[in-house]
């Protein structure tokens, strides 16, 4: 059985900082694509950072995240973190990872088979 699930969100002022983590069971990690993506109310689900499976070597990031948002996984441990710093207000939202066999690194969430239930972050003074 196929799972993700997210820890790691929460509360923090501007310019803070959280590590997201997506543990994952019931497949291969390596042989995955795993995409962090976030919803604000309102607003259409966006692809945040992208891995490819590992052969691939490929990674993305939204321009809004580029040099404050790390991704990066450990195939040892089946878990795939997302390493936020400099947190803006707008970071705010719920955050999914999400998981697709021999995948790119796309940030097209209809790309992914599998979900994980999604964690809030919220950045607020």
């Known amino acids: 059985q196929v799972q993700l699930v997210e820890s790691g969100g929460g509360s923090v002022q501007p310019g803070g900082s959280l590590r997201l983590s997506c543990a994952t069971s019931?497949?291969?990690?390596?042989?995955?694509?795993i995409g962090w993506f976030r919803q604000a109310p309102g607003q259409e689900r966006e692809g945040v950072a992208c891995?490819?499976?590992?052969?691939?070597?490929?990674?993305y990031y939204a321009d809004s995240v580029k040099g404050r948002f790390t991704i990066s996984r450990d195939n040892a441990k089946n878990t795939v973190y997302l390493q936020m710093n400099r947190l803006k207000p707008a970071d705010t939202g719920v955050y999914y990872c999400?998981?697709?066999?021999?995948?790119?690194?796309?940030?097209?969430?209809?790309?992914?088979?599998?979900w994980g239930q999604g964690i809030q972050v919220t950045v607020s003074s």
């Open positions: 891995s490819s499976h590992t052969s691939k070597g490929r990674t």
């Open positions: 019931g497949f291969t990690l390596d042989h995955y694509a």
């Open positions: 999400a998981g697709e066999i021999l995948g790119a690194g796309s940030p097209d969430a209809s790309d992914y088979d599998y």
